[in-house]
Structures are given as C-alpha cells and as structure tokens.
C-alpha cells in the first residue's frame, strides 16, 4: 500500500535551517510528483511547491520561492524539504502529499506531517 | 492567484442532518479542452492529514461514502453531506487545482450542535 513516512518532529533556533524527509513506499517513486503543504496551529493548508522526482524539475509558490528548497533522492525514494531563514512564522505542520503529473491530479496521499517548532 | 473562499467558516449540526457547504473560486476552474471541473474537497480531522473525498468536483474518492456529493461547475462549487454521521465531523477544504499556484479555502468546521 502507498505510504508517505515523513520525518519527526523539529525544534529549531530563529535564522537556523531545517531538512525534513518524506519516504515513499509502494508505488513507483518516479511516476508522481511530491507535493509538500504547509499548516499552521488552527489554520489552513498553503501549497509550497513540488518536485518531479524523474527529474529533479521544482516548482515553487512565488511564497516559499526564498523560504524553501526541494530536492528528491530517488535510489531511497525520499523527497526532502529545506527550509532556510527560519522564524517563528515558519513554526507549522508540513505535509508531504503525493499528486499525479498533471493539472486535474489532486492530492491522493498524504503523510502523516512532521511538526516545526521555531523557538529560541 | 486563484482565491478560493469558502462559506460557512463553521456549521454546527445534529447527526442525521443535511448539510451544505460552499466553495466561490476567484476564476473558472473549468478546463475548457475537456470541461472538467478541477476542484476537490478534501476532509480533515484533528491530529490527521488531510484526505481527499472529491475530485473533478463531483468524482468521490474510492472509499468514500455516497452520503457525500460534490456539484457546482465554473467558480461555484458545493459538497452536500446527506446525513451527518458522527465521524463527519472535520474540517473541510476545498483546492483549485486548474493552475498554479494550487490554492485552498479556509474551511468550513462542522461541529456538533
């Protein structure tokens, strides 16, 4: 079965970086592109951007265009999000979801999230 | 960018209710080389990822109960739960998925009264 298993959960300083990971098991890793989603406490959902794994081809939200950075590992079929810069504003819940590769696709698995507390 | 407003923020209702929710989208979602709606409603509970329900407005996902229908076509879009059930209760978006940036509504909470 399909499953997104993204890393736990992050504390990290004001103006530090942060790599999270989202492993991908029981489909062809290359046949869809990664999609990763921001949530902040009580609020709604942010698209961040995506990576064709195939390719390494990313597309970001004009948003998140200097915030995060996409890179995919297809040998261990792991997508991973970097974030830079980080401050409070940064601390949310991001998702990983899976999406076909074109418009019309939709979101149809997602992980379970990884938590990012931004603190000093 | 594709703003998608969504309306009630919250509903509160008894199981065994009909609710209706909205979702208005700043542009036409529907692509014009195949008339497809691309809108989908996703669900989500406490603590949990989103799951998507509908796509191409009115397609539910397999698995998901027919108690659930999407409708609407260009910028006007609805998701009818037919009777509540308890584990309706959620938080409920809709996305635009014709262009990027791929955008999403507020939500609409459904509580129980």
């Known amino acids: 079965q399909v499953q997104l298993q993204q890393s736990g959960a992050e504390l990290a300083k004001p103006g530090a970086s942060v790599k999270m990971s989202c492993k991908a098991s029981?489909?062809?890793?290359?046949?869809?592109?990664m999609h990763w989603v921001k949530q902040r406490p009580g609020q709604g959902l942010e698209w961040i951007g995506y990576?064709?794994?195939?390719?390494?081809?990313?597309e970001y939200n004009q948003k998140f265009k200097d915030k995060a950075t996409l890179t995919a590992d297809k040998s261990s079929s792991t997508a991973y999000m970097q974030l830079s810069s980080l401050t409070s504003e940064d601390s949310a819940v991001y998702y990983c979801?899976?999406?076909?590769?074109?418009?019309?696709?939709?979101?149809?698995?997602w992980g379970q999230g990884t938590t990012l507390t931004v603190s000093s | 960018d594709i703003v998608m407003t969504q309306s009630p923020s919250s509903l509160s209702v008894s199981a065994g209710e009909k609710v209706t929710m909205s979702c208005k989208s700043s542009?036409?979602?529907?692509?014009?080389?195949?008339?497809?709606?691309?809108l989908a409603w996703y669900q989500q509970k406490p603590g949990q990822p989103p799951k998507l329900l509908i796509y191409?407005?009115?397609t539910r996902e397999s698995g998901v109960p027919d108690r659930f229908t999407g409708s609407g076509s260009g910028t006007d879009f609805t998701l009818t739960i037919s009777s509540v059930q308890a584990e309706d209760l959620a938080v409920y978006y809709c996305?635009?998925?014709?262009?990027?940036?791929?955008?999403f509504g507020a939500g609409t909470k459904l509580e129980l009264k």
């Open positions: 191409g407005a009115s």
């Open positions: 990576i064709n794994p195939s390719t390494g081809y990313t």
């Open positions: 996305q635009n998925d014709h262009s990027y940036p791929l955008t």
């Open positions: 542009q036409s979602l529907l692509n014009s080389g195949n008339q497809k709606n691309y």
């Open positions: 029981g489909y062809t890793f290359t046949s869809y592109w």
């Open positions: 979801a899976r999406r076909g590769t074109g418009l019309g696709s939709y979101f149809d698995y």
